[in-house]
């Protein structure tokens, strides 16, 4: 079994990495806006040093990204240069409820991902669209402390019927919360949770999660009540856990760590908490305040298909004094069978296919890679035609290795897998260390960790291998 000829190749971006211009268009500050660049930034993550404005003391490296907002047209038509099939977007959120608790939203916006929309179909992109990357206005932090008041659903609720209802014919493909479980390890980015010196922030995760998971299951709801054409899915940050050793309590280990990844997929997929996770609510003396409304909404209104992101597989011990894996927001141990990037994430093509297989045998559900890639440092080069490259082979090799293992999934093991989009197809703000050095595209923007830059954009090596690549299905990978 081949890839399915419709098989939806392309690239992916978030709008906090990419859009910029943070004050155009009537758009409002987000958590997001306020993570700065250096020394700060993990904390701020983390939510255990208090931004909430920009001020001058930080750079913060969110409030231009690499200009998308006013270079998407080039953008779009260089993605439709290399023959994409579809291109995962994400909604500023403060771009249509500047706030996000207003009655009515803002048009410019609106039409500014309208403009979107319409400059994708002219090259016949599918847009695949992420409601929420780890975006959420300030505002709702700052009055109702952000997705830990159950208020928020509503306001989430708001803003899916926005977008549902405007985009209809134009978008068919929706995520609702980027790497949701990406809450539990940097809260404050991924759903801009602050936590008081005295608060039991481990509860505030899950309490928030919860709501989150309502919100969800409303947006299926209400996406397919507006267009049963829609296809919603949900987004986590994927990697299979292995033990370090066949010592029963590093694979039990194993077995804790992957159910506490999956825990919010297993019931945005499901409709249901399952037991391990009750037990575990139980055993902490939480309770996250589930109604039977809720009970009702989540059982109702399952996911069409899951997406993640796969970066690297990860390991872990319960051994002292063995070598920490660094470089991402999971700690683990140090795999001695894998190489790493320059920034730690250690590479495992096979374990991309070990987790097809694992999410396919627990769900049943169609699959969807979107982000993989390798983050590098990049070198602009003279082609001999007048013009800059990067020469990255290294970009290529990964990338091709992983396309292999995907392949082998779904041809020799049988997964549905409906497309893959690596992340970053055209370099932008690195998430996890607000870098620009830390490049992932196939496209190079000229702009320095500092900001300073023309923001010109470059054609890497990969760029044509990736042409390819997309031609032949996925046959010819050379």
């Avoid at 409030?63 to 080039?74: A, M, Q, R, V």
């Avoid at 016949?124 to 952000?146: A, N, Q, R, S, W």
């Avoid at 297989?357 to 070198?379: C, H, M």
């Avoid at 041809?411 to 620009?436: F, H, K, N, Q, R």
Wanted: negative net charge; proline residues 4%.
């Amino acid at each position: 079994m081949a890839l399915n000829k419709n098989f939806l190749w392309g690239g992916a971006t978030a709008a906090n990495q990419c859009e910029g211009a943070y004050k155009e268009g009537g758009r409002g500050l987000a958590n997001v806006d306020v993570i700065p660049h250096g020394p700060d930034r993990p904390e701020v993550m983390r939510g255990t040093k208090k931004i909430t404005e920009i001020d001058n003391s930080h750079y913060f490296p969110a409030l231009k990204g690499i200009d998308f907002y006013h270079n998407y047209k080039e953008d779009i038509r260089l993605f439709g240069e290399m023959g994409f099939k579809t291109f995962r977007l994400s909604i500023a959120w403060s771009r249509i409820f500047p706030n996000g608790d207003e009655t009515e939203p803002n048009e410019e916006g609106l039409q500014f991902y309208e403009n979107v929309f319409r400059e994708c179909q002219k090259y016949g992109i599918e847009p695949l669209v992420t409601i929420t990357h780890f975006d959420c206005p300030m505002h709702l932090i700052l009055k109702y402390g952000g997705w830990k008041n159950r208020c928020m659903i509503e306001f989430y609720k708001k803003l899916v019927t926005t977008l549902f209802t405007r985009y209809k014919g134009l978008v068919k493909y929706w995520l609702t919360f980027n790497e949701i479980n990406m809450i539990l390890h940097l809260p404050f980015m991924g759903a801009g949770l602050i936590f008081d010196q005295k608060e039991d922030s481990t509860s505030a995760k899950y309490i928030s999660a919860h709501h989150e998971l309502v919100a969800s299951a409303w947006a299926v709801r209400i996406a397919h009540e507006i267009d049963p054409e829609n296809k919603v899915g949900c987004m986590l940050a994927a990697g299979e856990f292995y033990p370090y050793s066949p010592l029963p309590e590093d694979v039990w280990e194993a077995k804790q760590r992957d159910r506490e990844n999956l825990l919010f997929i297993d019931v945005q997929a499901r409709g249901y908490y399952p037991n391990y996770a009750i037990k575990k609510y139980e055993q902490m003396g939480l309770d996250i305040g589930i109604t039977e409304e809720d009970k009702t909404i989540l059982k109702e209104n399952t996911v069409d298909f899951i997406s993640f992101s796969y970066y690297s597989s990860r390991c872990i011990t319960t051994q002292e004094g063995v070598g920490e894996a660094t470089g991402n927001a999971f700690r683990g141990t140090k795999n001695p069978f894998l190489k790493a990037s320059e920034w730690g994430w250690q590479i495992d093509p096979l374990g991309l296919r070990i987790t097809l297989n694992s999410l396919y045998d627990r769900y049943q559900k169609p699959l969807f890679i979107v982000e993989n890639g390798l983050g590098a440092k990049d070198e602009l080069v003279e082609d001999g035609h007048g013009s800059f490259t990067v020469n990255d082979d290294y970009r290529i090799d990964y990338l091709k290795k992983h396309i292999q293992a995907f392949k082998q999934a779904v041809e020799e093991d049988g997964v549905e897998l409906w497309g893959y989009t690596p992340w970053g197809c055209i370099d932008l703000v690195s998430a996890t260390t607000g870098e620009m050095s830390k490049r992932y595209g196939f496209i190079y923007v000229d702009r320095a960790d500092d900001g300073s830059g023309t923001m010109k954009r470059y054609k890497k090596k990969s760029f044509h291998w990736y042409k390819k690549v997309i031609a032949s299905n996925g046959e010819d990978l050379q």
